[in-house]
Nanobody
């Protein structure tokens, strides 16, 4: 079993900030990547940002570059998403994910958190 604890979502005014966090736990041998997707009503789930747990290389979708920052704490198997200058179009359910191996013989697979709502509105 792999469990995720996500926190930090909520309601914020345009221009405001939120910090999401996601901690993975359970039967985990190795974690390759952690990150965040988001899904607005009627839309598909899209990648927002991801980070390699070894080395810390990051990727951001163009629409959040310069506003969002992803970081990680390897020892805690935790990923953070600092979201600044939020816009109404950032409103969505944000899902944490991790690409990991549960045992030494497994391949890497993606596991998902339950999602946290972010609403940007005045």
């Amino acid at each position: 079993q792999v469990q995720f604890v996500e926190s930090g979502g909520g309601l914020v005014q345009p221009g405001g900030s939120l910090r999401l966090s996601c901690a993975a736990s359970g039967s985990i041998f190795s974690t390759d990547t952690m990150g965040w997707y988001r899904q607005a009503p009627g839309n598909q789930r899209d990648l927002v940002a991801r980070i390699l747990m070894s080395g810390g290389s990051t990727y951001y979708v163009d629409s959040v570059k310069g506003r969002f920052t992803i970081s990680r704490d390897n020892a805690k198997k935790t990923v953070y998403l600092q979201m600044n200058s939020l816009k109404p179009e950032d409103t969505a359910v944000y899902y944490c994910y991790a690409r990991l191996k549960r045992t030494v013989v497994d391949g890497f697979n993606d596991y998902w958190g339950q999602g946290t709502q972010v609403t940007v509105s005045s």
